[in-house]
């Protein structure tokens, strides 16, 4: 059974085709070899991969990340524990991030409550925190 062109790839993973390639770059998926001099036909494999990856980033992981993870799936005798303790990794990392970004929106909602609506620019306490 023939294989997929990289712009069908590209359509069926919900990426762009150089998505596509960067993603060869990086060996998250596999350069297929041409036949001849016709296109290079990917196997139907590399759609789910790519979307493995395109869910992966949006939950967090990078690119390095899901390459170990991707690994790991390649290794199917493995333990499941393995891929837990990556996501739980994922889980204090966000956390540790979600704990810094309330930090911040504190700050600024209390900045922003110092700034006299009608004092010149010159000045709003925000300054003396950007300076």
């Known amino acids: 059974m023939p294989g997929n062109t990289i712009g069908q790839v590209a359509l069926d993973a919900g990426v762009g085709v150089e998505t596509v390639r960067f993603y060869e ?13 016709a296109y290079r036909e990917y196997p139907a494999e590399t759609v789910r991969r790519i979307r493995f990856v395109v869910h ?7 690119l390095k ?44 909602r209390k900045l922003t409550q110092a700034c ?8 709003c306490p925000l300054w003396d925190v950007f300076d």
Do not use: H, N, Y
């Not at 770059?25 to 001849?36: D, K, M, T």
């Not at 609506?117 to 010159?122: E, F, G, L, V």
């Open 56 to 62: 992966a980033k949006k939950l967090g992981f990078t």
């Open 116 to 123: 006299e609506d009608r004092a010149p620019t010159a000045e």
């Open 65 to 108: 990340e899901i390459l170990g993870l991707l690994s790991l799936r390649s290794r199917p005798v493995e333990s499941c524990d393995l891929i837990k303790e990556q996501a739980e990794m994922k889980i204090a990392d966000i956390e540790g991030r979600i704990r810094g970004l309330r930090g911040m929106l504190s700050t600024l």
């Open 25 to 37: 770059r990086q060996g998250l998926i596999e350069q297929p070899p041409r036949r001849g001099k």
